[in-house]
């Protein structure tokens, strides 16, 4: 599923129309960005948690050529199901 029909799901089932359900959808995902931005975990009941994970600076190898080089120190975003989520998921 897509953008586009995530915002037809949601305008169905809360009876709203599409233009309402983007706008909701947008409000939600520039609400998580912004606190996943400042470091702060974000947590859904039911869903899931998005949080950042620190990663440290490493050595690593050009696949081209074989060269040694440095990879940076990052920050990366990390999603962890809820228990809920994962039964939904492997339910039968």
């Known amino acids: 599923m ?3 029909g995530l915002v037809d799901r949601i305008a169905a089932s809360a009876g709203v129309s ?8 947008e409000a939600m995902i520039d609400s998580i960005s912004s606190a996943i931005k ?4 974000v947590t859904l009941v039911g869903f899931g948690t998005f949080a950042i994970s620190q990663h440290k600076a490493r050595n690593g190898r050009n696949p081209q050529t074989g060269e040694s080089i440095t ?5 990366a975003t990390r999603f962890s199901p809820s228990l809920k989520l994962k039964k939904v998921v492997n339910r039968k």
């Open 18 to 25: 599409k233009t309402q359900a983007t706008a909701m959808i």
């Open 2 to 4: 897509n953008k586009a």
């Open 38 to 41: 400042k470091g702060e975990r």
């Open 71 to 75: 990879l940076p120190a990052r920050r």
